[in-house]
């Protein structure tokens, strides 16, 4: 900290009070008997103001501007405008030692020797207090509502606004250290009021409201006439005896001086939020000054310490903006911090500090090593093991114990100094000097290393993270990049105030200058963004930048610098920038670049910062067939193309690289199916046909199936066609599509025919079926239509379709309620138990609903029925005797079984009547024919006709073996009943009872299991068993 005089006058008389109005445009000063008002940005006198007759010890200003006050020997207070008018007086009893403007009602205290008074604009009157002793000073809380009265006892009482006494503090001192100047802490960020006292008895104190000490006295060693804070309360100012204004911390800790005067300091005050300081003395003279507080700082990568308050230190992380807060209780002079190390420099010692632990984001520091000593430099620099003091030409190494190890003696003022790293207790330093000269030095070797000189002087320095390179700004803002090897000087940039290589990259810098940062990548331009301050590190995308006071880490995106790696392919040199900080956007351009340029690691590592898995799936496939053999970079930059949507240009590549089918396959694909008809030409048909083809299918994905069919139809996919045109019920579509079809082109058609018949179009359906050959399929479709008649006639063509057309005709009969018709087609069809359940179930009803005629015939029917379904099982014919014969004389002539000697011509007469038929055999013929009527009457049941009864003569019955013939005798007046069996050697049996006729075997079978006729169930004696 540094006081400038801005500006000095001189008055006649003592300088007892001073008051800044509140916007800092006007200082008042109490001079003699008179005020005198100075414009403080030149120290010119306003004017003079004459109203008081005595000497004026007091004055203040109200806090809105619009008055202020004076007090005076003479015992009167007058109340001033802010035009410099007098509008009001007052008087005490006793000459006025001070007054005071309550900061939030403007209520004004006048105090005098012997008591006090509280005016208002309010209110007519003064109300005056008495007080026990002289009032020297007085002081308003920051809310208004209690003000502190410093008196010559060395008592202080705190009074509410109605001026009752609320706290009275007495203090040791007594009347032998009379209060000379007290003030509240003007601040809004303390927790409890604080108000200081300055006494005669050398002291500077603190109490809380309530009247508690805080801490212990300040010893000041002169007598204090003013004391007073700056506007935050940051501060304190106090003046006195010592002819000179010191500056305090809040807490009392002296920090300097401000000015050297050469009579007492009775006044001083603070002009409101700033740093200018007004003075007033013994012998009248009025100083202006401006308090320079210098930054003290000190930054090593990302870790920043820097002075607040004066005394203490804050050491922040730029990146997590972590900060812990080193409370001293001196004067901060000089920070140095370095990887785990910290050193503070106070006036009468240098604490080192260092980290608890290792850990990057550790922010608590405990004191490592103290230096008890003074010590005069210009620049501190920390290392592991040693402190390095800077002061001019001289550099001198210390061990945290204090021990001088080493020192070096340059030919120039040194102006720079950086550690840039190396191991514990060998670490290096870079050193710039005024003549242009940079040096090396290792704190472990006594002699420099000359890197370079240059004609002008260093004023900022960084090396690159490799140690290759050298950045120098010099005293004419030009910022100059040397090779640390070869000396020569690679480019310079101008308007530079401060430079720094960025740690993680080594072709990377950052300088700052004229309001802008500039950022240069390798040789490529320069690339300028505006920031107002200094860059003093680059680390990654982060620069650290002052700006006045304050360092703040600015997030930089890489992409002006990625960029111009890009445009020179330097894909590698691209990718590193983008580690260090860009867009997503820029690291999907990177990506796409690299892709492009077939770079694949590259592009893979960019795809994957922006998780784009589609990219990464095709780079990991062109490097699977990279694997393979596969090394053709036209194909592979044709994949890419696609991939990016540059579908023509992937084309041409494909084309080039002979690969045309998979641009066809591409477009598509893509459903661009112009474009590939475009690049086929008149290329192979095979290919336009599966083009075509899959037109149609993304035609009917999309829903436009008509198209989709003319498509199909093109291409020669007739079953797809017609399942669309079948599905949307186009019938005349499927005639046209079955028409075109060759007849052997079965299974479109059948599916044709499929459709037709769904579609409820059954002639065309016949049509299809007629075409295709397939009268099965035509016969089912004439059943299922109810067709009969075409049935009918099919099956009439083609006898192998009877059961096919007969039975779902009699089903069909049946179920619309036609029985007889039913029951005969069933018999037609040869489902002789369905004809006779038919027949069951109608006979059934006929009796139950008492229509006997029908029942009758129904029954008759289903005799004959069963008649002939027994007759065909038995293998038996039925034959009747001739008129004349009884059955005696039949069964007699059969018994005779007259052998039969020769042949005989049988003749046969056939004799007609109204009602029957019958064949009648000739017994005057001589000679009887091999072929006997039971023949004749099986070639009638195989030809169709209808039931002819046989009736044999004697002869007949004569010539029959016994063993063949099987006679019913029922009891009269029924008529026996004869059958002979056609198959000899099939034996059969007889019932004797119910004379119902069975297999032999069967009815063995059954008598064993039941004892019984199956039939009649009449038990059977064992004995005649």
């Not at 120290?43 to 501007?65: E, F, M, N, R, S």
């Not at 006050?69 to 509008?87: F, P």
């Not at 006292?197 to 006439?225: E, H």
Request: glycine residues 6%; negative net charge; proline residues 3%.
């Amino acid at each position: 900290m540094r006081a400038a005089l801005t500006w000095r006058d001189k008055a006649e008389q003592c300088i007892y009070d001073l008051a800044f109005k509140p916007d800092g445009t006007q200082l008042i000063i109490a001079a003699g008997n008179r005020l005198l008002v100075y414009d403080t940005s030149d120290g010119t006198l306003i004017q003079p103001l004459k109203g008081h007759k005595d000497t004026v010890y007091c004055v203040a200003y109200a806090k809105d501007g619009k008055r202020f006050a004076s007090g005076s020997a003479d015992k009167s207070v007058i109340i001033w405008t802010s035009k410099l008018e007098g509008i009001l007086k007052y008087t005490h009893n006793d000459s006025i030692q001070c007054v005071s403007y309550n900061p939030l009602t403007h209520q004004l205290a006048s105090c005098s020797s012997s008591d006090f008074g509280l005016w208002s604009p309010e209110q007519k009157s003064v109300s005056k207090h008495k007080t026990s002793s002289k009032i020297t000073c007085c002081s308003w809380t920051n809310d208004g509502q209690y003000l502190a009265l410093g008196m010559f006892n060395g008592i202080v009482s705190i009074r509410n606004k109605n001026g009752e006494e609320k706290v009275k503090i007495e203090r040791t001192g007594g009347a032998s250290s009379p209060i000379w100047s007290i003030c509240w802490n003007p601040s809004r960020d303390e927790r409890n009021d604080v108000l200081a006292v300055a006494d005669w008895g050398q002291k500077l104190s603190f109490y809380q409201l309530s009247g508690k000490q805080i801490g212990k006295d300040r010893m000041l060693n002169f007598d204090p006439c003013c004391v007073s804070y700056f506007t935050k309360g940051e501060y304190i100012l106090l003046g006195g005896s010592d002819k000179q204004v010191s500056l305090f911390t809040k807490d009392g800790v002296r920090l300097g001086s401000i000015g050297e005067q050469s009579s007492w300091v009775w006044t001083c005050k603070v002009k409101p939020d700033s740093n200018y300081v007004a003075v007033g003395c013994q012998d009248g003279t009025i100083s202006f000054y401006q308090l320079i507080f210098s930054t003290v700082h000190g930054l090593y990568k990302d870790r920043y310490a820097y002075r607040d308050s004066m005394t203490d230190v804050i050491v922040q992380h730029l990146i997590t903006e972590q900060k812990v807060r080193i409370k001293g209780r001196e004067l901060v002079k000089k920070i140095a911090i370095y990887k785990n190390r910290l050193a503070i420099q106070m006036p009468e010692k240098i604490l080192i500090y260092e980290l608890y632990s290792d850990d990057s984001s550790d922010m608590y520091y405990r004191v490592k090593e103290k230096i008890v000593k003074k010590f005069e430099c210009n620049l501190l620099v920390v290392c592991s093991d040693h402190i390095i003091l800077c002061q001019e030409k001289r550099l001198q190494c210390l061990s945290f114990s204090g021990i001088k190890e080493r020192e070096w003696l340059m030919e120039s003022l040194i102006r720079y100094i950086k550690v840039i790293g190396g191991p514990p207790g060998r670490e290096g330093l870079l050193v710039g000097l005024k003549n242009g000269q940079i040096l090396k030095i290792f704190v472990d070797n006594v002699f420099a290393i000359v890197l370079l000189k240059q004609s002008t002087a260093v004023r900022c320095l960084d090396m690159s993270a490799s140690r290759n390179k050298l950045a120098v700004v010099d005293e004419n803002d030009t910022c100059l990049v040397y090779d640390i090897h070869t000396k020569e000087l690679l480019f310079q940039e101008p308007n530079a105030n401060s430079v720094a290589w960025n740690t993680q990259c080594e072709d990377m810098l950052c300088f700052s200058g004229g309001g802008y940062l500039n950022i240069k990548a390798s040789n490529f331009p320069v690339h300028q963004q505006k920031l107002q301050g200094f860059v003093v590190g680059y680390n990654g995308s982060k620069i650290f930048c002052l700006h006045v006071f304050s360092m703040s880490a600015v997030e930089v995106p890489q992409s002006a610098p990625m960029y111009q790696y890009l445009e020179r392919k330097m894909f590698k040199e691209a990718y590193q920038i983008a580690c260090l900080g860009v867009t997503d956007t820029d690291w999907k351009e990177l990506a796409m670049e690299a892709l492009e340029g077939l770079e694949f690691e590259t592009a893979k590592k960019a795809f994957t910062r922006v998780r784009d898995l589609r990219y990464l799936e095709l780079i990991s496939s062109i490097e699977e067939r990279k694997k393979h053999g596969e090394n053709n970079n036209e194909l592979f930059l044709a994949d890419v193309y696609a991939y990016q949507g540059k579908f023509h240009e992937a084309a041409k590549l494909y084309k080039k690289s002979g690969h045309e089918n998979l641009a066809l396959d591409m477009y598509s694909d893509l459903r661009m199916f112009d474009y590939a008809k475009d690049f086929l030409g008149s290329g192979d048909p095979k290919d336009t046909k599966m083009l075509i083809k899959k037109q149609a299918d993304w035609a009917k994905n999309i829903n436009e199936p008509k198209a989709a069919v003319e498509m199909y139809l093109s291409a020669g996919e007739h079953m797809k066609a017609i399942e669309i045109s079948g599905d949307h019920g186009w019938v005349d579509m499927l005639i046209e599509i079955a028409r075109k079809l060759d007849k052997a082109e079965r299974e479109p058609l059948s599916k044709c025919a499929f459709y037709f018949k769904k579609l409820d179009n059954p002639g065309y359906a016949a049509e299809t079926y007629m075409k295709v050959g397939d009268l099965k399929a035509l016969v089912h479709l004439h059943v299922e239509t109810h067709r009969w008649e075409e049935a009918f006639a099919l099956s009439e063509k083609h006898p192998e379709f009877k059961d096919d057309v007969y039975v779902p005709y009699a089903q069909w009969l049946a179920e619309n309620d036609r029985f007889e018709e039913a029951q005969k087609a069933f018999h037609k069809a040869g489902r002789q138990s369905e004809a006779v359940r038919v027949l069951e179930q109608l006979t059934h009803n006929a009796v139950v609903e008492s229509r006997f005629n029908d029942a009758a015939y129904y029954y008759w029917m289903l005799s004959m029925q069963c008649l002939d379904i027994a007759q065909e099982v038995l293998h038996l014919i039925e034959f009747y005797l001739e008129d004349g014969i009884t059955d005696e004389e039949a069964v007699a002539l059969i018994d005779l079984e007259a052998p039969r000697l020769n042949k005989r011509e049988n003749k046969w007469q056939e004799m007609m009547s109204d009602h029957s038929q019958s064949l009648r055999l000739d017994d005057n013929t001589d000679i009887i024919e091999d072929d006997d009527p039971f023949t004749a009457k099986l070639s009638f049941e195989q030809g169709g006709s209808e039931f002819v009864p046989v009736i044999v003569n004697r002869a007949v019955l004569q010539s029959m073996s016994r063993r063949d013939v099987l006679i019913k005798r029922w009891p009269k007046p029924l008529r026996w009943q004869y059958y002979r069996s056609l198959l000899p050697d099939a034996s059969i049996t007889m019932c004797p009872s119910c004379f119902q006729m069975f297999h032999t075997e069967d009815y063995e079978l059954l008598v064993l299991q039941h004892n019984c006729c199956p039939f009649c169930r009449r038990r059977i004696d064992e004995s005649n068993q």
